[in-house]
C-alpha cells in the first residue's frame, strides 16, 4: 500500500538532507507507487498530506532542476520496478506494522550485482530475516536519517557482504521454504 509508512520516509529524506548537507543535489528519494484507495475521504487527505510534504521538501532543498522528492503514483509493471531496485543505491522500507514485507524481500533478490543497502524499519516481519539490512525505529527521524546516511557512505565491500548474505537467505528460505514451515506448524499444532 502507497501510504504505510510514506510520511515517515519523506521525513527522513528531509531530515538526511537537513543533517547532511553534501548530499543535497546528490541524493534523490524516488517512491514507485500507485494510489488506492482515493475515494475513501481519510486516504485522499493522506494523499494530499504526502503530496504537501513532498512539496515543502523539494521547495526547501531544491537547486535548479534538483528536486531531492520524486513521487512516480501510476501502476508499475514488475520489470519496471525490478530496473529501478537494480539501479537504487538504498532501498528504506519504513512499514509500520509487521508483514511479509516483499519489498524488501524483492529489492534483495534484484541486485545480482549485489550492490545497494536495504534501510529496514525494525517492526517489518522482513527485519528479523535480513539482519545484514540497517535495522530502524521509522518514527525516530535522527536514527532513520543517519541511517540513510550511512547506507550512501557505505563502502562497496562492507555493500557486497551484506547484500551476500542477505541474496543467501532469500534465496534458501523461500515462498515454498515458507509454505513447508507453516504446514509443518500446523502439524505441530494439531
Known sequence: DYTKGIEERLLAVDALLARHPEFRG????????????????RYRELNE?????????????AQGDYRPIVLLRFH????????????????????LHDGMNLVAKEFVAAREDELGVLVLSQFTGAARDLTEALVVNPYDLQQASEA?????????????????????????FNVYRWAGRMLLDEAAMR
Not at 546528490?26 to 475521504?41: E, G, N
Open 26 to 41: 546528490r541524493f534523490v528519494f524516488l517512491q514507485l507507487a500507485a494510489p488506492s484507495r482515493t475515494k475513501i475521504d
Open 49 to 61: 498530506r504526502i503530496e504537501a510534504l513532498a512539496a515543502e521538501t523539494n521547495k526547501k532543498w
Open 148 to 172: 540513510l546516511a550511512t547506507a550512501l557512505k557505505m563502502p562497496a565491500a562492507e555493500q557486497k557482504e551484506r547484500m551476500g548474505s542477505m541474496r543467501r537467505m532469500v534465496s534458501e
Open 76 to 95: 508499475h509493471e514488475p520489470t519496471a520496478v525490478f530496473r529501478y531496485f537494480r539501479a537504487a543505491d538504498v532501498c528504506y522500507v519504513s512499514s
